[in-house]
């Protein structure tokens, strides 16, 4: 059994204001929902582009063009997407995230 994934909705959305988006995600969802990893090394195998920035991991999708913030926990098989963002909107966030402001 792979991961759950919460929400679909909010890649939805994100797509709907970036058409071009919709395969990446789509793609990056049903890749993820497959997948039986056990922790973020077992992730990164999958995902070479992930990184984790605690408690976030972060996927770099689309060829470095957006990225999709999540919390997993890997021992109940969720993925909880937080934050789905352009390049420049990530950039922008992990300013505020150095800062202790995210």
Request: hydrophobic share 35%; charged share 30%; glycine share 4%.
């Amino acid at each position: 059994m792979g991961m759950h994934i919460i929400s679909l909705k909010m890649l939805r959305e994100f797509w709907e204001k970036h058409p071009e988006a919709e395969q990446v995600l789509k793609d990056w969802h049903s890749v993820l929902e497959k997948s039986t990893a056990k922790d973020f090394n077992e992730l990164k195998n999958t995902f070479n582009s992930a990184d984790y920035v605690p408690p976030y991991t972060v996927f770099d999708v689309g060829g470095n063009n957006y990225r999709v913030i999540v919390v997993v926990q890997y021992k109940f098989k969720k993925v909880y997407v937080r934050e789905v963002m352009t390049h420049r909107e990530y950039d922008n966030w992990n300013k505020l995230y150095r800062k202790g402001k995210v």
